[in-house]
């Protein structure tokens, strides 16, 4: 008997919806195992890939660090580390002082503290590269693993991204640049302006 057909007939009352339920399973129970008895992978989205091959497609499209040796380069990212390593041990004073000079004479540890809030959560991070700004600026591409609760979420989402931070080297240290940024589709706050 043809499935689809079973279907539209089942679907008439209740005790068929219940019925439909059943074949539904059994069906699926049956797509889940291959002719030779071993179980195979369930198939998503609509190209029907398994998640083993797409996490092949995942890694493989992730970038691998191409970071120079030289001395100068090596401080870098030693910096980098330490400021990343206080951030995910939530040591905000400590990554505070990787802050640029200016940067930390405008904003205390304890403002830069509370601008960080509760629903991130790294864990990891991995330098990818380094592009030369200026003779004394640099940006750092960089892998993140994170956490990220969201405020109507139960659950938080973790995940990997690339990043890229800025990076100064003066007064003889490599220091991070805070960068401010405006949320796309936002408005900008103009003195005189009402809210």
């Known amino acids: ?12 009352s209740t005790v068929a919806r219940l019925a439909l339920v059943v074949v539904c399973l059994v069906a699926l129970a049956g797509v889940a195992h291959a002719s030779d008895d071993t ?9 029907g890939i398994t998640t083993s091959e797409a996490e092949k497609i995942v890694l493989s499209s992730r970038p691998e660090p191409n970071l120079p040796q030289d001395e100068q380069s090596v401080a870098l990212i030693k910096a980098f580390k330490e400021r990343w390593d206080a951030l995910i041990a ?11 000079p200016e940067f930390r004479e405008t904003v205390t540890a304890s403002e830069f503290s509370g601008q960080i809030g509760p629903h991130v959560t790294w864990y990891g991070v991995e330098p990818i590269q380094i592009e030369q700004i200026d003779d ?16 109507d979420e139960i659950r938080p989402i973790r995940f990997e991204r690339y990043l890229t931070e800025r990076w100064v080297h003066e007064k003889g240290g490599w220091w991070h640049q805070s960068q401010s940024f405006n949320i796309p589709g936002m408005a900008q706050d103009e003195p005189g302006q009402k809210p």
């Open 136 to 151: 004394d600026t640099v940006e750092i591409g960089f892998l993140v693993d994170h956490e990220i609760t969201y405020f």
């Open 1 to 12: 008997m043809n499935p689809a057909l079973l279907c539209r007939a089942l679907v008439s």
């Open 90 to 100: 939530r040591d905000f004073a400590a990554a505070w002082a990787y802050e640029t």
């Open 39 to 47: 179980v195979a992978e369930p198939q998503f989205g609509p190209v």
